[in-house]
């Protein structure tokens, strides 16, 4: 496959390179600023450019089997996450190419609870936290509202850490996953895994899905 990866140079997404270019696929990784080239994957392509940007997204996208988002905003702003995620809709819809969006799990309902989201609820997110949840969410609502490309969204579980690829996980749909200590957590490296399995073998279509252990 030939896969872009937006925010390459993440956590989330230097991750996702990793483990695109370990299964043989062609990488782009794409980052806003050059300076960042030498924290990319050895063997991924590397372009410059940004996710809200249409020119590039169309550019960036053309030709390939699947384009990732795994951008964050700096400030946690809806309005910019909404808008870029726009923007790469907008893109897709030129080019053809499936999306695949590393969201936020705010939007996740909490079991056991008559519907309360993570997003309202402070075991699994803080009020100091609580503006990234808000543009998550915004997130997802745009990709809700796209009927044009084909997306998938992934929801995360509460923890989200730097760990060991294990290929081990459970999915589910829009409830948050907890294990049987009451945990909701995955390694960044599991999460790639997750991903990946889905841009080769897709299950889910312009819907969101959530992962844990």
Known sequence: MRITVFGAAGNVGRRVVSEALSRGHEVTAVVRDPARFDELPAGAIAHVGDAANIDDVVRLSH??????????????????????????????????????????????????????????????LSPATRSIGEASLAQLQVCLAETRVDWVYLSPPARLFPGLRTGNY??????????????????????????LDEAESPKHHQTRFTTAY
Not at 112 to 120: K, P, Q
């Open 63 to 124: 030709g390939k089997d699947a384009v990732v988002n795994a951008t964050r905003s700096a400030t946690s702003n809806r309005d910019e996450v909404a808008a870029t995620t726009g923007t790469l809709m907008d893109g897709l819809a030129r080019t053809g190419v499936r999306l695949l969006i590393v969201g936020g799990a705010a939007s996740l309902s909490v079991p056991g609870t008559t519907g309360r989201t993570v997003l309202d609820d402070p075991r699994f």
């Open 170 to 195: 459970r999915l589910g749909t829009d409830e948050l996953l907890l294990d049987s200590a009451g945990h909701s957590e995955i390694s960044i490296e599991d999460l790639a895994v997750v991903l």
